[in-house]
């Protein structure tokens, strides 16, 4: 039997030479060789968990951003219009009634789901840990951002008779965090066989020659790769087939970081479904023409999200026959999609921005290196870029009062002191009712 054993054992290390020889002519193809000098240094287990990693990336696309960030930008002869809305102070009673009916069928009758974003981290809070963990200091004693999105949902629960099935988007660098304070914290009371916790996808960060940065780890350095990741994330994790299978139609996307965010707004469900569109939004209107917000619009005949750089300074100033900015509806990432759209979205490579900043790497010496200025790509996508895969969208204008309380800074403009005010005038204002 020993001779049997040496050439299974020979036939596996061939194997895995040829294993070994593929992913590095793959890195040559490439020109990342000094991640073939890392592999040649690693030993076992770390050589492993750098060949799967490697496996998992498509260098192809990588390199088609890189490439990209190295081209002009053009500028396309782009037609832009202003998109129509329903304001929801101006609804008639009828009109109202009417798609609360609608969406509360849909609520009722288990058919809706509910996505949180929370990948990020709190350290533009000064806060360690994942962003959805920042306490609010409201009432004296405070919560958690996390309890406040649970309450929100308690209460729609309550009031629909129903579970709204919760998937939360966490990160590499955040799950185990995550998934450890919501059990510490007993889910906030919420039925923990309706939460779920899916990981959001990540692009390596590369610098200005193209190469692949190294982690401290030993690895290829990865970030998030944008909140548009959301719907390829969703499909690769199980996540889209789990709400396939318990009947889901709609699903509503949003944030961690809005303290009076609404996740299940009948009104905006009811007035999807009765536009008969796939994606639906709710927006508030713009402080001034110049605050810094992407705004809705249409632009070559699909609706569409233009940051605030991108808006001509005219056109940000027009008005229209009512008085109002004509391109004033902020985006304000409170969105619905049927599955059907996740599905169709989560297919489709969706355009990825790159931001140029800085990060920390390993050189070939095994050094750290901490840069003082900006040197490397990251790749991400956005939510609102979906939306240019659909030819209409409805929008509901809310109020900035009533659905916009965000969490960002550590100060100033949207910072915990803005949004602990917000959030409890909003509830003055709710138990007066």
Known sequence: ?????????????????????????????????????????????KKQELLEQINKIDFHQIMELYDNTK???????????????????????????????????????????????AGGQGTRLGHTGPKGTFKLDVYGKGKYLFEILAENLKDANKKYNTIIPWYIMTSKENNDQTQEFLEKNNYFGYDKNSVMLFEQGELPLVDTEGKMLISKDLKIKEASDGNGGVFSSLRT??????????????????????????????TLLGMAIDKNVQIASKSVVKANPHERVGVFCKMNGHPKVIEYSELPE????????????RYGESHIMCNLFTIEAIEKISKEPLIYHSAFKKNSYIDENGKEIVPDSPNSYKFEAFIFDSFELFDDIAILRGKREDDFAPVKNKEGVDSPKTAKELYEKYWERQNQK
């Open 237 to 266: 994790s199980g996540m889209l087939a789990d709400m396939k299978e318990r009947g889901i139609k709609w699903v509503f996307i949003g944030g961690v970081d809005n303290a009076i965010l609404k996740m299940a707004d009948v």
């Open 314 to 325: 005219k056109m940000a100033e027009e008005i229209d026959e009512n008085g109002e900015l």
């Open 1 to 45: 039997c020993s001779w049997l054993y040496s050439f299974n054992t020979l036939k596996g290390m061939n194997n895995m030479d040829k294993k070994i020889q593929d992913v590095v002519d793959v890195l040559k193809e490439y020109n990342q060789e000094h991640i073939i000098n890392l592999l040649n240094k690693l030993e076992e287990p």
């Open 71 to 117: 081209k002009e930008i053009e500028i396309k002869e782009n037609v832009i219009e202003s998109i129509p809305y329903y304001d929801k102070e101006k609804l008639t009673k009828e009109q109202k009634n009417e798609f609360d009916t609608i969406g509360e069928e849909i609520i009722k009758s288990g058919k809706y789901a509910v996505v949180t974003m």
